[in-house]
């Protein structure tokens, strides 16, 4: 297992809860490993540390996590320490 740095940002639907409903949520739901910022209405940033077996693991796993506990969430652009994709 190794150690993965990675940020993903989101869209939040139009209808979400308040940020602070959704950070609970996102710490509840598995997104405890990541430093996570509301700089901009309706946006989120999620820096990750995750430990996993590849960083196709790591990035799926911390999807799947922001998915599930914010419906409709829709990813913007991710970024590894190498390169970034939007």
């Known amino acids: 297992m190794s150690e993965y740095d990675f940020t993903l940002r989101f869209a939040l639907p139009r209808n979400s809860d308040d940020a602070?409903?959704?950070l609970?949520?996102?710490r509840a739901g598995g997104c405890?490993?990541?430093t996570i910022g509301v700089?901009?209405?309706g946006c989120i940033a999620l820096k990750f540390l995750r430990i996993a077996s590849t960083p196709e693991e790591a990035v799926l796993g911390a999807?799947?996590?922001v998915f599930k506990a914010i419906p409709g969430a829709r990813l913007v652009?991710?970024?590894t320490a190498a390169r970034r994709f939007a």
């Open 39 to 41: 700089a901009k209405k």
């Open 24 to 26: 609970d949520r996102l």
């Open 77 to 79: 652009e991710a970024e």
């Open 32 to 34: 405890d490993d990541a």
């Open 63 to 65: 999807l799947a996590a």
């Open 20 to 22: 602070a409903d959704c």
